[in-house]
């Protein structure tokens, strides 16, 4: 069975740090290109940062030089390390996957992604 499982959301004060895991299961890790995505209350889901099954990264700029996003295929998992950050990254993080085979490039066009995890909640608040 397919499924994507994040963790490592909590509450953190502006400028402090959080690392978020995506584990893969019931598919292999290494032919897929997996997102992530961010959703505050009352704004839609937009994208954070992108891995390719190939290794190479993407980041939006609202998270570049804050985010790095990596992966490691022999425990079935990605990770998004946040550092610096801000109130405005508050939300429900989620991570996705598409499959794209070995040695495939980041996907930052949301529609393709057709699994998804059930997120979880980032506080970033004094």
């Known amino acids: 069975q397919f499924q994507l499982v994040e963790s490592g959301g909590g509450l953190v004060q502006p400028g402090g740090s959080l690392k978020l895991s995506c584990t893969a299961s019931?598919?292999?890790?290494?032919?897929?290109?997996i997102g992530w995505f961010r959703q505050a209350p009352g704004k839609e889901r937009e994208g954070v940062s992108y891995?390719?099954?190939?290794?190479?990264?993407h980041y939006e700029d609202s998270v570049n030089y804050r985010f790095t996003v990596s992966r490691d295929n022999t425990k079935s998992a990605v990770y998004l390390q946040m550092n610096n950050l801000k109130p405005e990254d508050t939300g429900v993080y989620y991570c996705?996957?598409?499959?794209?085979?070995?040695?495939?490039?980041?996907?930052?066009?949301?529609?393709?992604?057709?699994?998804w995890g059930q997120g979880t909640q980032v506080t970033v608040s004094s």
């Open positions: 996705a996957g598409v499959e794209t085979g070995p040695y495939g490039v980041p996907v930052r066009v949301v529609e393709v992604y057709d699994n």
């Open positions: 019931g598919f292999t890790l290494s032919n897929y290109a």
């Open positions: 891995i390719g099954s190939g290794g190479s990264t």
